[in-house]
């Protein structure tokens, strides 16, 4: 993801001059193709994310769109009050990026993993979240947000995700994207777990459980149209993403509790307790319930065996 | 390009003391009628506000988003009185506004907030403005633009890591454009600030930090002018200009005294502060 990340800066950099990155000392190689193309419009601010937080509210006062780069929770929480006062509050063009969100720094340990940024960012004024699911909408997502005047948090996962859309995609910001039609099970992903909700699909479609998948990479402004027709459509929601409490599944709950909708409804996400033993971004999932068959398994309580789905 | 509005530049030392005195009288009026706070802090930074304003920043109150004024962040933001108060006499917005200072329904909050003309950041949580500066000043650095920012910090701010991240960014990338100016007025918010987190030697802490550094008394106009008037002081490096000021200056009971950084005035004081400021109550 971050490499389409780039690739669609590099492009959106060269018909837009407004446009900057800076970096909190990170992004060794990715980063090159820019520094070299745009020397003028790159700093490497250094390992000091609030100076780089707020550097890049004060060229985005000058008139820049700045786009801010580091891993994990490094753009986002030790310069949380300067994205909260600076960025947001002046409703500035700048553009948070994290690479690595979720587990993907998995053995890395609990200092890495970006399990509660999505919660962070989704109550800040002004803020756009997006968590895209594969490299197409990585790539889409950056240009969208690069268009969209504001401040916006883009969490990607890391490197080697596969692409999991057909291309040319169709996004938006602010729309569900759906991988396929159902009417028994809706399961909605955001961020890179939309690997491992595809693979479950498949095996509750040939059970004969008839699944919806909605990838929602967009949390801020979350599409509640598309969560509101799979109420009145499906017969129980699934919510799967790589972040603890008060990410996707609190938003779409919400969503459900203010159109007074009644119907079973899971979470599936991670514990608020640290990760304190080490493992690769799957293993660390799969200890969750993150996987295949977590996600097989948790449609399977929502939908019991007895019901008309199994 | 629209030009400077006429410069207020050829003021006496005089004038600037006698409009120093005068945004000191609105300062305390302000706050007195709010029952408001943190005016030994408006108070300090009096001198350096008014030669900013009436002697150094380039700006146009009819055109207050012109793109190559000079750029102030006040970054001790709960000096917010003194700032409105001289952007309102530099006519920026009616001075009768002043009245409406942490009322209901004012744009005028208790920190500078953006969306007052003139005001260019919202600050009050402490440490901001100087990261928010170096972003400015490196966008007209690479850019060879003009303008100038000066960023105004308290001492108690100082405590604050992301203004060391700054400090040690801006001689980095050579922004002779940015200035700082550090109202040392020795009082910070719950003690001295020899007491809490000793500053000192502060200038010797710029200085190796790389940047060109100049100690003033921040209450002489001659001194201020004197070196806000040949900036950069050196080629390649930021300014850092340490402003020798006592809290409460020139209202002899408030002066250097912590009290009168949460205190508002009675009435009866109120009308001893304008009576020493030469002010009418």
């Not at chain 1, 598309?226 to 017969?235: D, F, Y």
């Not at chain 2, 001689?171 to 100016?181: A, S």
Request: charged letters at 20%; glycine letters at 8%; aromatic letters at 6%.
């Amino acid at each position: 993801m971050r490499t389409a990340f780039i690739e669609e800066l590099l492009k959106v950099a060269a018909r837009d001059e407004r446009v900057w990155l800076v970096c909190g000392d990170l992004g060794y190689s990715v980063l090159d193709p820019f520094i070299q193309r745009f020397p003028k419009r790159f700093l490497n601010a250094g390992v000091a994310e609030q100076n780089m937080t707020g550097i890049a509210a004060g060229l985005a006062l000058t008139g820049k769109t700045v786009f801010t780069y580091s891993i994990a929770n490094f753009p986002v929480m030790r310069c949380l009050e300067q994205i909260r006062n600076d960025v947001c509050y002046h409703n500035l063009d700048v553009k948070i990026v994290s690479v690595g969100g979720g587990l993907a720094y998995g053995s890395h340990g609990y200092t890495h993993h970006g399990v509660e940024d999505l919660a962070m960012m989704s109550v800040l004024p002004n803020m756009t979240v997006v968590a895209p699911g594969d490299p197409l909408e990585a790539r889409a997502a950056t240009a969208a947000l690069a268009n969209k005047p504001g401040p916006a948090y883009l969490r990607l996962g890391k490197a080697g995700e596969p692409i999991l859309h057909q291309a040319p995609l169709d996004f938006t910001l602010g729309s569900a994207i759906q991988i396929q039609d159902g009417e028994d099970i809706t399961i909605i992903t955001t961020g890179a777990v939309l690997g491992i909700a595809i693979e479950a699909s498949r095996r509750l479609d040939a059970e004969g459980c008839s699944t919806r998948l909605l990838s929602m990479p967009t949390l801020v402004t979350l599409d509640a149209d598309a969560i509101g027709k799979a109420a009145r459509e499906t017969r129980a929601i699934l919510t799967v993403e790589e972040h603890g409490a008060g990410g996707l599944g609190t938003m779409v709950a919400e969503v459900l509790v203010t159109m007074q909708v009644g119907m079973p409804f899971h979470a599936l996400r991670l514990s608020r307790d640290p990760i304190k033993l080490s493992g690769s971004q799957e293993e660390l999932r799969s200890a969750q319930g993150l996987s295949a068959d977590g996600i097989y398994k948790s449609v399977r309580h929502l939908l019991p065996l007895d019901t008309k789905a199994f | 390009m629209i030009e400077n509005d006429p410069s207020p530049s050829k003021l006496t030392e005089a004038d600037l003391r006698g409009r120093a005195a005068t945004l000191r009288a609105h300062a305390v009026r302000m706050i007195h009628r709010a029952k408001a706070s943190h005016l030994g802090s408006s108070l300090s930074m009096a001198d350096v506000i008014a030669s900013l304003y009436w002697q150094i920043l380039r700006l146009n109150p009819l055109q207050p988003e012109w793109p190559d004024r000079d750029r102030f962040l006040l970054s001790k933001g709960h000096g917010a009185a003194m700032l409105y108060a001289a952007l309102a006499e530099r006519g920026f917005f009616p001075v009768s506004e002043l009245d409406s200072y942490c009322q209901r329904g004012s744009r005028l909050t208790g920190h500078a907030t953006s969306g007052v003309p003139g005001v260019e950041l919202s600050s009050g949580s402490l440490g901001h403005g100087l990261p928010v500066g170096c972003g400015m000043a490196l966008a007209a650095k690479r850019e060879d633009r003009s303008f100038r920012t000066f960023v105004l910090l308290s001492d108690g701010e100082l405590d604050e890591g992301s203004n060391w991240e700054a400090i040690l960014f801006a001689p980095q990338h050579q922004l002779d454009n940015l200035v700082v100016i550090v109202d040392y007025n020795k009082i910070q918010s719950y003690g001295l600030v020899k007491d809490v987190l000793e500053l000192e030697p502060l200038a010797d802490k710029f200085r190796a930090f790389r940047w060109a550094v100049k100690e003033v008394d921040g209450h002489n106009m001659n001194e201020l002018s004197n070196v806000l008037t040949s900036l950069p002081m050196e080629q390649g490096k930021p300014t850092a200009i340490i402003a020798n000021t006592i809290k409460g200056k020139g209202v002899s009971f408030m002066e250097d005294t912590l009290a009168w950084h949460y205190k508002s005035p009675t009435d009866e004081q109120l009308s001893q502060a304008l009576k020493e400021l030469g002010a009418a109550s």
